[in-house]
């Protein structure tokens, strides 16, 4: 079973930049999806970015022109940069790959933003 492993969480101001990584303890073959969820307190988990294997790029319209989601090639799991982040920003953050061999995720890693 593949392990994923969140990191790059913290404290951080508003309209600072955080970049959240995911490790693998293997590489993920024949992914179909891989993503960042964030869950906030009282909230529902919500998508943030993702990426298809086949089609564009996808973000929350909350983060649009200050998330960017990439791809690590060689484990296949997502990074996430984010600039000029705001309170509404905090939750916990989740990685996420789908592939044929199954769902995987982190345990997640939290995001504060707050003067």
């Known amino acids: 079973q593949v392990q994923l492993v969140e990191s790059g969480g913290g404290l951080v101001q508003p309209g600072g930049s955080l970049r959240l990584s995911c490790a693998a303890s293997?590489?993920?073959?024949?992914?179909?999806?891989m993503g960042w969820y964030r869950q906030a307190p009282g909230k529902q988990r919500e998508l943030v970015a993702g990426?298809?294997?086949?089609?564009?790029?996808s973000y929350a319209d909350s983060v649009k022109g200050r998330f960017t989601i990439s791809r690590d090639i060689a484990k296949n799991t997502p990074s996430l940069q984010m600039n000029n982040l705001k309170p509404e920003d905090t939750a916990v953050y989740y990685c996420?790959?789908?592939?044929?061999?199954?769902?995987?995720w982190g345990q997640g890693t939290q995001v504060t933003v707050s003067s």
């Open positions: 990426i298809p294997r086949i089609g564009l790029v």
């Open positions: 293997a590489r993920i073959l024949s992914f179909s999806y």
């Open positions: 996420n790959v789908q592939s044929q061999y199954g769902n995987y």
